[in-house]
């Protein structure tokens, strides 16, 4: 049984170096993740940062998503009449 996990830890950690040896950038995020790095507060953070970003920015899409409801509102009225406006200013 001692074999079977020694052999387990071995695997591990040969899969951890060559993940580290292969994708720095991409270790560093994963071991963030689990913990395992000395700076996992600042992905916590960073996974915050990113969920408020894309909360404004959902806000901001339907924000301009009901201006250009209004402007399509306004430019296919029939009663706007935009072309005989162009025609008094020129």
């Given at each position: 049984m001692a074999e079977v996990v020694l052999s387990f830890l071995l695997v591990a950690a040969v899969v951890a170096m060559?993940?580290?040896w292969r994708s720095p950038s991409r270790f560093v995020?994963?071991?963030?993740?689990?913990?395992?790095s000395q700076n996992s507060s600042s992905a916590v953070s960073e996974d915050l940062a990113a969920r408020?970003?894309?909360a404004e920015l959902e806000k901001e899409n339907a924000e301009i998503k009901a201006r250009l409801q209004v402007l399509e509102?306004?430019?296919t009225d029939s009663s706007y009449e935009l072309d005989q406006r162009i025609r008094k200013l020129g």
């Open positions: 060559v993940l580290a995020q994963w071991a963030r993740v689990l913990g395992l408020e970003r894309l509102t306004i430019v």
